[in-house]
């Protein structure tokens, strides 16, 4: 039976909105978790080769402290002659604990180097797990201090969890600080430099990628949405890769993206950038951005 054209209206318009409703649970189901962020370059501080070219990281505890720099100039001699000679990107807790991450060039295992917030250095020792890469590029700790997260080197599908050493009750420097969980990622990185928590579940990282394959741009600023917060059991990682990092010099050549930062107080992300060639000594920098 033809239905009046009033009652043909109400019927198409009822069949439209029932398709819309679809489509839009559709879109909710797949979007994922967290919109990825913009970060807008603001300006850019020299970075010295020795004692700030690897990391650094913005301290809370005591208040009014400096930011911590990482550089082959910044090793400790006694751990050099052990054996301890490359430092990664740091962190520090929000309640004063500041890690380094350190690898050697051969062995078995990699350190981890704890200043606690008196003063009182402490290394704790991880036996590396079957299949994990020697490089220990970063540690960044989640924001309620129990758990670390540490990275390897290469072309890498996770990232690795700890119980934060000197922080998380369960660990000692007489005992192996074990792995505790993974960040399965749903996306392949590539040479990771360093990591940073912005939020409990959700990281920005400096990647040192001279390929471009992975993301269609070399030396990313990348985004991992976490399906969970850190802890004993694996959680997934969504990753997004946000921009290009700046890659400005006098000089011509490879750069390298270095360690990153997020300082909660101010909402500043800084990343370092070493340049190529000579100008390593005279034009490093490390850039700051803010979100928009």
């Not at 990153?260 to 060639?277: E, H, M, N």
Request: hydrophobic share 35%; with cysteine; charged share 15%.
């Amino acid at each position: 039976m033809r239905l009046p054209s009033r009652h043909r209206c109400h019927a198409v318009l009822a069949g439209l909105v029932t398709l819309a409703t679809a489509a839009a649970l559709s879109v909710a189901a797949t979007a994922p978790a967290a919109a990825a962020d913009t970060w807008t370059e603001v300006g850019s501080d020299r970075a010295d080769p020795l004692t700030e070219s690897q990391g650094l990281a913005s301290v809370e505890v005591p208040a009014g402290s400096p930011n911590r720099y990482t550089g082959i100039g910044t090793i400790p001699f006694g751990l050099t002659v052990r054996g301890w000679n490359h430092v990664g990107d740091p962190d520090a807790s929000y309640n004063g604990y500041y890690i380094e991450p350190y690898q050697a060039d051969s062995g078995n295992a990699k350190m981890y180097r704890v200043q606690a917030p008196g003063g009182a250095w402490s290394e704790y020792v991880h036996t590396l797990s079957p299949g994990e890469a020697l490089n220990n590029s970063f540690d960044t700790i989640s924001p309620n201090g129990s758990w670390m997260v540490s990275g390897e080197w290469g072309t890498m599908n996770r990232l690795l969890v700890f119980p934060t050493p000197g922080v998380n009750p369960s660990t000692s420097p007489s005992a192996n600080l074990p792995q505790a969980s993974s960040i399965n990622l749903d996306h392949a990185v590539r040479d990771v430099q360093g990591c940073d928590f912005v939020t409990s579940t959700q990281l920005l990282c400096a990647s040192d990628d001279p390929e471009g394959s992975l993301f269609g741009i070399t030396k990313p600023l990348l985004q991992i949405d976490l399906s969970a917060e850190t802890g004993t059991s694996d959680v997934t990682g969504h990753v997004t890769a946000l921009r290009r990092l700046p890659l400005r010099s006098s000089c011509s050549g490879g750069f390298e993206a270095e360690g990153i930062d997020y300082d909660r107080r101010t909402g500043t992300l800084r990343v370092i950038v070493v340049s190529p060639g000579f100008c390593v000594l005279t034009d490093s920098k490390t850039y700051r951005f803010t979100r928009s």
